[in-house]
Structure formats: structure tokens, C-alpha cells
């Protein structure tokens, strides 16, 4: 299916657990980006990528790693996941053109027990 | 801290009436773009006003921008029922690159 997808939607672990949220796109976009929404909240950038091999720290990036060996993934792992992690991810991409609109998945609800 | 603060948190209005949320930023900015995102839902692009701008015009949708005032506005006209949703407004700064920050959001409620 075309556009930006992410999986799981619904994701509940283990304090101290290894957590990956997947994320696709298909439009080839050369930015993507992993926020986290806190509820009630607006969202705050963990990390993103200009492109394949090339990522970057947001304003929250610690507790989290990323990669991103093909344009099209952008996995984000907890490495060891801890209940302040509790939140909704979502990842976005753009075009490295000039809109500097960012489109966004469906999110994933991550609970950390 | 965050770059952009919406005001009001919450807005509950009748189905016809105006909408107007605000958003004031503190530093200077490329340009300032309004998402929407329903319940459950990821955020929808809605519009983009550069710096140089100020004002833009979408279907129902109106954005000011002031950089005195380093202040923005979204007015929606006559508003739905299906407009019921959070709004956010995001700014891209100078040396930020691809990176927008995030306020922390208007509920809007339109009540049928």
C-alpha cells in the first residue's frame, strides 16, 4: 500500500525489554523522522534521517537507537524499554523538496509495564 | 521548552461558528505550518505560511502570521462537526534544517 505505514500499532512489554517500532514509507522520501506524543501532549522529536545512513539526535533521544539502511525503513528500538517510554510513537517523512511538509503514520501506542 | 504555544488549550463551539486558535513562537522561523490530528489518529498537514508572509488561504482555513508579534493565527470558518480534532501549529527554524517543533496543541470541539 502506498504511503507511510507503521507496525505494531499496539505494542505493550516489560520494563528492561528490547521494544523495535517499524516504520515504512513508499514515496521514497528522503527525510524521516521518530516523534512521541505524550498524552495530551504535542510531540517531540527523538531522532530522524536525511537519508539511508545518515540520522541525527532530537530533543529526546536518549533510551533509543536508530538505523537506517534502506530510504524506504526506519526502525526505532528501546534498547531497554523503561515505563517513562510509555507514549504514542509516530514516524513522519518528507520529500527533500521545498514543501517541508511532513507526513505522518498512524502511530504506535507503546506501554511499558 | 517548546518553540510554539497554542491558546487556547480548549475551544467548544457551536456547528456554523468561527474557530480562531492562536500559536506565539519565540524564536525567528522559516515558516510555521498548522497540523490537525483526530483522536487516535497521525497529524494531517494542513497549511504552511512562510516567513515573508502573512497570510494564507485554504478552503475554510485562514493563517496570519506576525514576526513582530512572532505570533501566527488559524481561523476556520463555519465550522463542522467533523472539524472536532486537536490543532497544532509546528515551526521550521533557521539551521534546523528538515525539523519542525511542535506546540502543544488546541482541542476543538464543534458541537452538531
Known amino acids: 500500500d502506498a504511503g507511510i505505514t507503521q507496525s505494531p500499532r499496539y505494542k505493550i512489554t516489560e520494563t528492561g525489554r528490547q521494544v523495535t517500532l517499524m516504520c515504512h514509507q513508499t514515496w521514497s522520501h528522503s527525510y524521516m523522522f521518530w516523534y512521541r506524543q505524550d498524552l495530551g501532549h504535542g510531540l517531540r522529536l527523538i531522532y530522524y534521517?536525511?537519508?539511508?545512513?545518515?540520522?541525527d539526535k532530537g530533543e529526546v533521544p536518549d533510551g533509543y537507537v536508530v538505523s537506517r539502511s534502506k530510504t524506504e525503513n526506519f526502525p526505532l528500538t528501546l534498547e531497554s524499554a523503561t515505563r517513562s517510554q510509555t507514549s504514542v510513537y509516530f514516524c513522519?517523512?518528507?520529500?527533500?523538496?521545498?514543501?517541508?511538509?511532513?507526513?505522518f503514520g498512524p502511530g504506535t501506542r507503546l506501554t511499558v509495564l | 521548552s517548546q518553540q510554539g504555544e497554542e491558546d487556547p488549550q480548549a475551544l467548544s463551539i457551536q456547528e456554523g461558528e468561527n474557530a480562531t486558535m492562536n500559536c506565539s513562537y519565540k524564536?525567528?522561523?522559516?515558516?510555521l505550518q498548522w497540523y490537525r490530528q483526530n483522536s487516535g489518529r497521525g497529524l494531517v498537514h494542513l497549511i504552511l505560511?512562510?516567513?515573508?508572509?502573512r497570510e494564507k488561504h485554504s478552503g475554510r482555513l485562514r493563517v496570519t502570521l506576525d514576526t513582530s508579534k512572532k505570533s501566527s493565527s488559524l481561523l476556520i470558518t463555519a465550522s463542522r462537526a467533523a472539524d472536532t480534532a486537536s490543532y497544532f501549529c509546528?515551526?521550521?527554524?533557521?539551521?534546523?534544517?528538515?525539523?519542525?517543533?511542535f506546540g502543544e496543541g488546541t482541542q476543538l470541539t464543534v458541537n452538531p
Open positions: 505560511i512562510r516567513s515573508n508572509e
Open positions: 509546528a515551526t521550521g527554524v533557521p539551521a534546523s534544517g528538515s525539523r519542525l517543533t
Open positions: 534521517s536525511a537519508a539511508a545512513d545518515i540520522t
Open positions: 513522519a517523512s518528507m520529500s527533500s523538496g521545498s514543501t517541508d511538509t511532513q507526513y
Open positions: 524564536t525567528s522561523i522559516n515558516n
